[in-house]
């Protein structure tokens, strides 16, 4: 039986929490054949699973320190952690690994604004320097990381393809294993033929950031709120107000846009929602938008598809490849195109119905958790192995 240390300290929101939570709920009914210690942020930490006699778990606050201290911490204090508990396999989940690692190594690289053309153009260029030199310094940690793994493995096949195509990316294999959800958790649930009180309901489940695009979000519900048919509603868990610590070129241009009048009174912002309770956000709407300009997988898009809700989403290479026939696309920064594809789907009730059988049956095909933690397993066998 082998020791596996999986570093997730940095797992504080998002997709990156929820894709802890599904692995630890995993781990927990797999029984694998090795001794896991999970390390995550101290607040995450008692909303874990169910511990089992094979997983421990353990909280810390250094994911919310500042980026040197977590980088000291990768590099001096968990190298100490992974040589006094005899550790076999260390699993790093986000992005940076130990350099020079005392024991074979699992690197998930999960960020792909690291290796994303579109955002390196259309994002990053208006942020001021400093923010520019950080980024690159982070991005040559995360080749560095690359290059001191046994392992390497992404959630889609547009990320590798993004990452292949970086100067400096190792030639060494790189695995794709797909990301998932808990099918039990995300019930398909029938599409009404006419949604309630006649209004469309938008989902936009994500956390603020300058890459989610929301001011092309935020124009397009107002070009539907000055249309004929403008009874729509967006519900989103983020808004400009979120984060504020975290550089952004498009904060302030949301904020307006947020507060204009042709589009508040269309927005409901609910805030951060439990897990659990996020099914119930797809419940109650009538198709999902996902406007983000560059993704390594995105969650809510199986979220959606497994809840029986159609998705309309930014046209790039990881939406399509999740979603397939189950979305409808348009250009990313085109907001009267968004529009008008929300007005296509509201007013196709047999679409809408194509769309959500086909979403569900390829997250039952290719997207549940249990074949993401199955193929996580047998990686880690095979490093602990030497094969």
């Not at 898009?301 to 309309?312: D, H, N, Q, T």
Request: charged residues 20%; hydrophobic residues 45%; contains cysteine.
């Amino acid at each position: 039986m082998a020791h596996v240390l999986i570093n997730a300290v940095s797992a504080k929101s998002g997709g990156a929490a929820t894709y802890l939570i599904n692995l630890a709920a995993q781990l927990v009914f797999a029984n694998p054949e090795h001794r896991f210690t999970i390390y995550v942020p101290q607040a995450l930490a008692t909303r874990m699973p169910s511990r089992a006699g094979w997983i421990s778990v353990i909280g810390t606050a250094i994911g919310s320190a500042a980026w040197w201290q977590r980088l000291l911490w990768d590099q001096i204090v968990l190298r100490n952690i992974i040589k006094c508990e005899g550790v076999d396999v260390l699993v790093s989940s986000s992005d940076f690994g130990v350099l020079s690692a005392p024991c074979r190594q699992v690197l998930l690289v999960r960020n792909n604004l690291f290796f994303s053309a579109a955002y390196e153009s259309q994002v990053l260029v208006h942020h001021e320097w400093l923010t520019r030199m950080l980024f690159k310094f982070r991005r040559a940690m995360v080749l560095a990381s690359m290059r001191s793994s046994d392992a390497i493995m992404v959630a889609s096949h547009a990320m590798r393809s993004d990452m292949q195509r970086m100067k400096g990316c190792p030639g060494k294999h790189i695995m794709v294993n797909a990301f998932g959800v808990p099918l039990d958790r995300f019930a398909c649930s029938a599409l009404a033929a006419s949604p309630p009180h006649g209004r469309f309901r938008l989902l936009y489940v994500s956390e603020y950031a300058d890459y989610k695009n929301f001011t092309t979000l935020y124009r397009a519900v107002q070009h539907l709120s000055q249309s004929e048919q403008r009874d729509i509603r967006l519900v989103t868990t983020a808004d400009p107000w979120q984060h504020p610590s975290v550089a952004s070129v498009s904060r302030d241009e949301d904020q307006r846009l947020s507060r204009d009048p042709s589009v508040a009174p269309f927005v409901t912002n609910v805030g951060y929602v439990p897990y659990a309770d996020v099914p119930a956000l797809y419940h109650h709407c009538d198709a999902l938008v996902f406007p983000s300009i560059a993704e390594s997988f995105g969650h809510p898009l199986v979220e959606a598809m497994a809840s029986g809700r159609p998705v309309i989403a930014a046209d790039t290479p990881v939406n399509r490849e999740i979603c397939g026939e189950a979305a409808m696309y348009f250009k990313p920064l085109d907001a009267k195109a968004l529009a008008e594809t929300v007005l296509l789907l509201q007013n196709d009730p047999p679409l809408r119905a194509q769309m959500s059988m086909a979403g569900r049956q390829r997250v039952e095909q290719s997207f549940d958790c249990r074949d993401h933690v199955e193929r996580l397993l047998t990686c880690i066998d095979e490093v602990v192995r030497g094969t």
